[in-house]
């Protein structure tokens, strides 16, 4: 299935078709017709007379006519700014989505913007107030020759944005496509989660009626089928408003039957969810021919509260700023919207059917044998082998099959759902066993049947769209062993099938490429049915909080970038993190389906026209303005220096800030921090008080601090400090032992040691093994004649714990033991590793058993350095020190001679956590003048090893190379990880 997708991906992107010029019209178009006036501008000799756009108000009651073909561009533009101070981003924002985006106005003009969509980040609740947000936006748009109709916007914790890619300017996607090379995308795309920022989305949408709306909780009826539509329509603040079908021109291309009369664009704030059910089912019983979708607002922080921003042109006295209550957009005519939500969840264990359940309450499931034998071959066919638990190593896979027959057919006795989740837990990896733990997520089918595609990725790829619709339970119930889902979000019904999830992020990025494939394939397949052709003219990105780059690994932009691998051509991206989606899962699915209120994933919204209307396009406005010869001398806003105001390198990630050494500037935690919290299937942004980590080093040090005031709260440093010193005098309690020596006895005759590592996972790469047994690990190292371990503890980023300290310890003793030979028990010490800031840590690991401590020097001041290393000494265990710089090889002459038991040379890179993979890093700290120096003050009795990927670097031809060339520059051995971990 994974080549069968891939090449999908190539073929479906193959076939993509360059529509987006200046303007670009249909044959059957023509091409001097003006929605605002805008100058279609300085691209053609003849300047167009501004038309003034129909209001709101217009009446509904016939079916929308274009008045002419459709040659006015339908237009989505995109601008943001990471400005400290709320006005400047504003002003920024707007500039770069008018001057970047939008066609010029003609000299003396004023155009008209029928909707602006804004995202303002909470951070500057504390520097500016809510209620200057519109009427900024209105002056900063007014100043460059805009009038906006109609704007809704909310705070957010995070924002999405594009620019227009500098490198299309130059025809280099005309290159590509004749050389059927990869398309460089129309527009750069940027994510900034939990820093300050503003964006915004300018919309120019001719022959389109838009009316926005706000209505209180208390204000949703709450019985729909019994009251009159108007009256309906009238409590939420959409009188007057209907659905009009849009009535192509004669000659234009036929109507997409997928196509629907009206879409709903609504902004909740976090308060409004508990009515928002009532929301959603009356606009699909008043308006059933309609796209809803949407984003719940949020927060940054938990001291700032919500907000969400109106206004219209029809009454411009009455600018809103707002606590509470729902925004929406109803939009009607010219526009055709296309939605999908991807859930990032994966399916585990079998497929089961529900026996007993009503309303939102499920009780008893029983296994479905036949859909559950599909799924098992399709995984066969899609998944690599994985490592298997010792003992099941040995059987034939004729009994791990009985094994499983059997277990399953313990499962076709219906039992109750809480029963059968925890048999699947079981079955699990670590990482799947913790999600499962901390939150039950159930799938129920969304109708049909399995087909001959019963795999989610499988299906997505197709076109076919989701099988279940993921939901977490709300509640459960620990006497019949039930679950309960979100009110209102489901009506659960006998037989319905059902399969268990977790979230995933491998799974989450193969899920967004099938997503895009499966719509690639459905536009591809609706070309060749002769429909008209979709070409979005922007897309709109709202990810939950609980995405973005940690849930992605560090991946900043995947969402986004994901978008535009498979939309090159689309002008324009934006949206914002959110509390939670709107929408359904696939707007074009064959399984249509209500929208519903998703508490972690991520929508896109696709906008286009139903009449084929032209796309403005940026570059090629460029182009044609340097090709025409401008008579007049008017200077265009495009020409003016303003043009270069934020011009900011998206393509290139910021970097971190350094001092004159080129060591990370490194801010301590402030006391205000928290952290994010879930509740039911939302999770609420309850996070810092202001300030964002500016590298990796800095996140994971504030993530420790919190950790350490946790453990302290519960278990102050003095208890600590006698327990210590009553394990010194308890005979019977372990001591430290000697980490260096049997490493120095290893290294005897000029050898390279290999110390392994265990470790559960890697910040970049994620879990190293699929089952981490701390204690099957140090045995099979010590039986292999390992002289030292060195452990993971942090639990931050490396997914340890102390206990793993303790049990490889007490693993190592009992394999020594049971391995004795003649010459007598070798036992491994065991070095323990985490990023320690504090005394407290250290007395932690002298408990747990540690022998030796290793220490990242970029994370501590000098004073610091000192103080641990002595309290270290006093604790009888060896101190090792982790370096990344020759800086910071100079920062160790604080410590006296004698006062560090060894050195590590990392190839590691602090600002993310990743790897220098040619390995030089390393090479050359080994070759400094600061380290030969480090070398004459402690002299050779202390060894230097190196770690960071050493066991993979393959730069240096041969393998084994690159150690042959450590040791060759000094090394004494390296601290192997995720070298020594099964390739899975």
């Known amino acids: 299935m994974k080549l069968t997708l891939l090449a999908w991906s190539a073929a479906l992107l193959s076939v993509s078709v360059s529509y987006t010029t200046a303007f670009q019209p249909s044959p059957l178009q023509k091409t001097t017709n003006s929605h605002n006036s805008i100058q279609t501008g300085s691209l053609q000799n003849e300047k167009l007379k501004a038309s003034s756009f129909s209001d709101s108000s217009r009446s509904a009651s016939k079916l929308f006519m274009s008045s002419s073909a459709p040659s006015d561009p339908q237009v989505l ?29 003609v000299a003396d003009g004023t155009a008209q913007i029928d909707l602006a969509v804004v995202s303002v980040s909470s951070l500057y609740d504390g520097s500016a107030s809510p209620s200057e947000v519109v009427p900024a936006i209105l002056a900063a748009t007014k100043e460059l020759g805009y009038d906006i109709r109609n704007l809704v916007g909310s705070s957010s914790g995070g924002f999405v944005s594009s620019r227009p890619n500098p490198a299309c300017f130059n025809g280099q996607n005309e290159e590509n496509n004749d050389d059927d090379e990869e398309m460089i995308r129309s527009c750069l795309p940027i994510e900034g989660e939990g820093v300050p920022g503003v964006s915004v989305t300018l919309c120019i949408l001719p022959d389109v009626e838009v009316q926005s709306f706000h209505v209180e909780g208390d204000d949703v009826p709450d019985d729909i089928g019994r009251l009159d539509p108007e009256i309906w329509k009238r409590a939420v603040g959409l009188s007057g408003f209907e659905a009009a079908p849009y009535a192509l021109p004669e000659e234009s291309e036929s109507q997409d039957a997928e196509d629907k009369d009206a879409a709903f664009f609504l902004l909740p704030s976090p308060a409004f969810q508990n009515d928002l059910d009532e929301l959603l089912r009356g606009l699909e019983m008043n308006f059933p021919s309609s796209h809803i979708f949407g984003a719940i607002a949020s927060t940054v922080s938990s001291l700032s509260r919500a907000r969400l921003f109106r206004y219209q042109a029809s009454d411009p006295d009455d600018i809103q700023t707002l606590a509470d209550g729902c925004l929406g957009v109803a939009l009607s005519g010219d526009l055709r919207v296309k939605t999908m939500i991807a859930q990032g969840a994966k399916p585990v264990g079998g497929v089961y059917q529900i026996v007993k359940g009503q309303e939102t309450t499920i009780q008893a499931i029983a296994l479905d044998e036949t859909a559950t034998e599909l799924v098992q071959e399709e995984d066969e066919e899609e998944e690599e082998e994985e490592e298997e638990e010792v003992d099941e190593k040995t059987m034939s896979a004729e009994d791990r099959k009985a094994r499983m027959a059997a277990a399953y057919a313990k499962a076709r006795i219906p039992k109750p759902i809480l029963a059968e989740a925890n048999f699947v837990m079981k079955n699990l990896s670590d990482d799947d066993q913790s999600f499962m733990r901390k939150a039950l997520l159930v799938g129920l089918e969304r109708g049909g049947s399995l087909g001959r595609s019963p795999s989610e990725l499988a299906r997505l790829a197709e076109g076919k769209g989701h099988q279940y619709t993921v939901h977490q339970v709300a509640s459960a119930g620990m006497k019949d062993g039930s679950v309960t889902l979100s009110l209102g979000s489901v009506d659960i019904k006998r037989g319905t099938r059902l399969r268990f999830f977790v979230r995933e992020s491998d799974f989450a990025k193969k899920e967004l490429a099938a997503l895009w494939t499966g719509y690639k394939r459905r536009a591809l397949g609706a070309n060749l049915a002769g429909k008209p052709a979709f070409n979005p003219t922007g897309c709109f990105l709202f990810p939950t909080l609980d995405r973005g780059s940690k849930f992605f690994m560090g991946n900043t932009g995947f969402e986004s970038g994901a ?57 090629a406005a460029a182009e044609a303005f340097e090709n025409e010869e401008v008579e007049d001398d008017t200077e265009e ?5 303003d043009w270069k105001v934020t011009q900011i390198a998206t393509d290139v990630e910021k970097k971190a800030p350094r001092d004159e050494n080129g060591e990370l500037i490194i801010k301590r935690r402030e006391v205000h921090s928290g952290r994010s919290l879930t509740v039911s299937a939302v999770e609420w942004s309850v996070a810092e008080k202001a300030a964002t980590p500016s590298s990796a080093l800095e996140g994971f040090m504030w993530d420790k601090e919190t950790e350490v005031d946790r453990f302290r709260e519960r278990v102050p440093l003095a208890n600590l400090v006698s327990q210590c010193k009553l394990q010194n005098v308890d005979p019977s309690q372990p001591k430290p032992r000697d980490w260096i020596g049997p490493v120095m006895e290893a290294a005897k005759g000029g050898k390279f040691v290999l110390i392994p590592e265990c470790k559960r996972m890697e910040p970049i790469s994620g879990s190293l093994r699929k089952r981490y047994d701390i204690a099957k690990i140090v045995t099979d190292f010590t039986v292999a004649g390992a002289p030292a371990i060195s452990v993971n503890c942090d639990a931050v980023l490396f997914g340890g714990s102390l206990d793993d300290v303790t049990a490889a310890r007490e693993a190592s003793s009992k394999a020594a033991l049971e391995g004795a030979s003649e010459d007598g028990v070798v036992v491994p010490p065991v ?70 038991s060894g050195l590590v040379v990392s190839n590691r890179e602090l600002e993310d956590y990743s790897f220098d993979m040619t390995g030089q890093q390393a090479l050359q700290l080994l070759q400094s003048e600061e380290l ?22 393959d730069t240096f031809g041969e393998p084994g190379a690159y150690l042959e060339a450590l040791h060759e520059a000094g090394a004494t051995g390296a601290i192997v990880g995720a070298g020594v971990a099964p390739d899975e």
């Not at 806003?637 to 220096?641: G, K, L, Q, T």
């Not at 350095?865 to 309290?871: A, D």
């Not at 604080?894 to 006062?899: E, M, N």
């Open 77 to 105: 533009a995109s601008g943001y700014s990471e400005q400290m101070k709320l006005q400047d981003a504003i002003q920024e924002a707007i500039t770069m989505a008018i001057q970047e985006g939008l066609p010029p106005v």
């Open 563 to 619: 978008a535009l691998d498979y939309l090159p051509t689309v002008p324009c991206l934006n949206g914002f993190f959110s509390n939670g989606v709107i929408g359904s899962l696939q707007s074009d699915s064959p399984q249509s389906e209500p929208a519903s209120l998703y508490g972690s994933a991520s929508g896109y919204v696709l906008f286009g026209s139903k009449s084929g209307r032209p796309i403005y396009s940026p570059e």
């Open 637 to 641: 806003p495009a020409e003016d220096e």
């Open 831 to 900: 070095m323990a590793s985490d990023l320690l800031l504090y005394p407290y840590q250290l007395y932690k690991m002298r408990l747990a058993g540690a022998d030796a401590v290793n220490m990242v020097t970029a994370a501590l001041a000098a004073k610091d350095l000192l103080y641990l290393t002595k309290i270290a000494q006093a604790l009888s265990m060896q101190t090792m020190l982790s370096v990344t710089s020759a800086a910071q090889i100079k920062a160790l002459e604080i410590i006296p001679a004698g006062g560090i």
């Open 932 to 953: 030969r120096a480090f070398r004459e003050k402690h002299g050779d009795g202390v060894p230097i090893f190196v770690e960071g990927r050493v066991g993979l670097v």
